[in-house]
């Protein structure tokens, strides 16, 4: 995770100083204990694709991008995950009065949620593996062409507020503000799980400063 939390501080490969490294440690700690890490996946197996979208669950999602990144999937998991309440007002706090560790924390929230994500996404991969299958990288509303609007379709396919206590704004920012939804393809060729080839696929890579290199 530190690696992820350096990425995103803006550091890339180089090493952080010894007094951020101490700040990263300490924000690292506190997040692990104030955390409230839920998240649900359901599995889908009605997965069609179209050249400007996909239906999944009953429901259209309008997106070149994402039928693109379903390619050659027969199949494809829907995922909600949060870090909880705490974990925004904990950030909250310190941008009153320490903003330097509020940007470390923000930045460690950040490497969590993904990690939170992988994790869901290996347990997708464990559940289908046996049965000769692959899942894609997630893909997200806001990657792409695929609108944030879908944030809220997402959640309501989910019951997400009522099962984790998930939901989004009128502008469709999610809150708690740590929190993902994504869909990942199962395909039975091989594409690996994780996150190291999202940013391959995304839209947003040629101008995105957070792209893993």
């Known amino acids: 995770m530190r690696e992820e939390v350096l990425r995103y501080l803006g550091y890339g490969k180089s090493p952080a100083s010894d007094s951020v490294s101490l700040i990263i ?5 506190e997040l692990s204990s104030l955390a409230t890490v839920r ?3 359901r599995i889908f197996d009605d997965l069609v694709l179209f050249k400007d979208g996909i239906r999944l669950g009953g429901v259209e999602f309008k997106s070149r991008d994402l039928s693109r990144h379903l390619s050659g999937c027969e199949r494809a998991a829907v995922l909600c995950a949060t870090l909880g309440s705490d974990a925004d007002m904990a950030r ?5 009065f320490d903003m330097s560790r509020a940007v470390v924390m923000d930045a460690a929230q950040n490497a969590y949620i993904e990690q939170v994500c992988d994790g869901a996404c290996a347990q997708i ?3 289908v593996r046996d049965e000769g299958f692959n ?3 997630r893909f997200s509303p806001g990657y792409g062409d695929m609108p944030l609007s879908y944030q809220s379709v997402i959640l309501s396919m989910m019951d997400a507020q009522k099962r984790i206590g998930l939901t989004c704004s009128d502008t469709y920012m999610l809150t708690p503000q740590k929190s993902v939804t994504a869909i990942a393809g199962i395909t039975k060729a091989f594409q690996n799980c994780g ?3 999202s940013c391959e696929r995304c839209a947003a890579r040629d101008m995105c400063r957070y792209r893993r290199r």
């Open 92 to 96: 909250l706090k310190l941008e009153r």
């Open 39 to 41: 998240y649900i996946y």
């Open 25 to 29: 440690d300490e924000c690292e700690r």
């Open 195 to 197: 996150v190291s080839s």
């Open 135 to 137: 899942i894609t990288s």
């Open 125 to 127: 991969l464990k559940r």
